[in-house]
């Protein structure tokens, strides 16, 4: 399935039905009155997610949505009937932003969140609402109003636990393969992702997380550059990033501490709380060296950066050191999940409310 991430649709709501005018003529009731009844309202159009859905695909052919007008009031007091509604389904974690306004509508990250994005037009009154005992045989009613219109713009962002970040050929694909049931592409060429995937992780019958890997960032992916500018939103939502560091690359003169260096300027500069992340230091392709060199290389590596955050050495295609690396991840991911129900349950009494309730 193609993955798409970004489309622009037009949504129309239903215009409300007019208002009747009508008397009531009947044999023997010569002065019946007026009897028109109102308008139906128009349709609303609603977006509403979906478990099975995790592209927005679908959307990208079908640009022009519009929901069912509102009947006309009939005579005999009938009202007319509703505009059905309309419903569009988009996968978890879709944002929605007003094309015109660039005011954001809506943040749909739960699981059957329904969000009115075009309001139906309120329905005319008919002319029996307004008869009154100094106005017999009124004469007046209302057209209902127009529906909403609306230039959507929806933009997908993946609900994942922990982001991959790391230079093309770092070993990203390879490290979610071996820890998940993702299956991405991996080859011993540069790009070999073209768009995100998502695995989860199973640490027992109770205990899991989701992963995402997207592709490669290389330098100047903020401005536009590769791949990456367009995919880095979807690191935006995850509690923690790991950083993949090709520790043996193939090119002599590739070093290690400047692709970091890079890869962290271009967090800086997209901006979004990336760089402020939770970050771990994965050096990958350990396998390739000999503890000796494994123990310098490291070492420098960790100098040049002056890192002081947690740090794993791994071979992804090999395994070796994943299981450490996963079992570390779902420690610390438990321990985010339950500082952020605290965080709930405090502001929920400083508030005098429950997120129970």
């Not at 009844?37 to 022009?64: E, K, P, W």
């Amino acid at each position: 399935m193609q993955f798409v991430d970004e489309v622009r649709i037009r949504v129309q709501a239903g215009d409300g039905g007019d208002g009747c005018v009508s008397f009531r003529r009947e044999k023997f009731i010569p002065k019946g009155g007026p009897n028109g009844g109102d308008g139906g309202d128009g349709g609303s159009v609603y977006l509403v997610t979906d478990n099975n859905l995790n592209t927005l695909v679908d959307l990208r052919f079908q640009r022009t949505f519009r929901a069912e007008r509102g009947q006309n009031g009939m005579g005999r007091d009938r009202k007319g009937r509703k505009g059905e509604e309309l419903v569009i389904r988009v996968p978890v974690g879709t944002r929605v932003w007003d094309e015109e306004t660039g005011e954001q509508l809506g943040d749909l990250c739960q699981l059957g969140e329904r969000l009115t994005v075009a309001q139906g037009g309120f329905h005319g009154i008919g002319n029996a609402r307004f008869k009154s005992s100094v106005n017999r045989t009124p004469r007046q009613w209302t057209p209902g109003t127009p529906g909403e219109t609306r230039e959507l713009r929806l933009e997908l962002i993946l609900l994942a636990d922990v982001g991959l970040l790391g230079f093309p050929n770092a070993g990203k694909s390879s490290l979610i393969r071996q820890v998940s049931s993702a299956t991405p592409r991996v080859a011993d060429y540069p790009f070999t992702t073209l768009q995100p995937h998502l695995g989860v992780v199973r640490l027992g019958r109770d205990h899991s997380f989701v992963i995402a890997d997207i592709p490669g960032i290389i330098e100047g992916a903020a401005e536009g550059a590769g791949l990456g500018l367009r995919f880095l939103r979807h690191l935006a939502r995850t509690r923690l990033l790991l950083h993949l560091v090709d520790l043996a690359p193939l090119d002599e003169g590739q070093d290690p501490s400047t692709e970091v260096r890079k890869i962290e300027r271009e967090l800086r500069h997209y901006g979004a709380g990336l760089m402020e992340k939770e970050r771990w230091l994965v050096l990958n392709k350990c396998d390739l060296l000999t503890p000796a060199e494994l123990a310098e290389r490291r070492a420098r590596l960790l100098d040049q950066l002056g890192w002081k955050g947690p740090v794993y050495a791994i071979s992804a295609l090999a395994g070796t050191g994943t299981a450490e690396l996963m079992a570390d991840l779902m420690q610390r991911l438990e321990a985010l999940r339950l500082a952020e129900r605290d965080e709930e349950e405090v502001a929920a009494d400083e508030e005098g409310w429950h997120p129970l309730d």
